[in-house]
């Protein structure tokens, strides 16, 4: 996953999760240079649910998960198969 801010821009792995005082904790993965954690309230769930069922386009991307899954999937193996070919 890719997070953009004006401060960094941070290619996230998802690493280990915890449960911790109503919070759930998402660590970056351990082989990540810049360790992280997200820190995620029952408040937090509701607001991103509540705004992503309420966007058109988080039902079309649902929706076409599947086709977008395997075209992203096709995309990478052929630049993985034409970066071993050089």
Known sequence: MKVKSKLADIDFEFGRFEYKKDHLI???HE???MQTKVYISPDDVLSA???AM???MVWVYLL???FFFIR???RHAKKRATMTNN
């Open 64 to 66: 076409g998960f599947p």
């Open 26 to 28: 998402v660590h970056s």
């Open 72 to 74: 992203y999937r096709r």
């Open 49 to 51: 649910l509540g705004k």
């Open 31 to 33: 082989n990540q240079t």
């Open 54 to 56: 309420a966007n058109p």
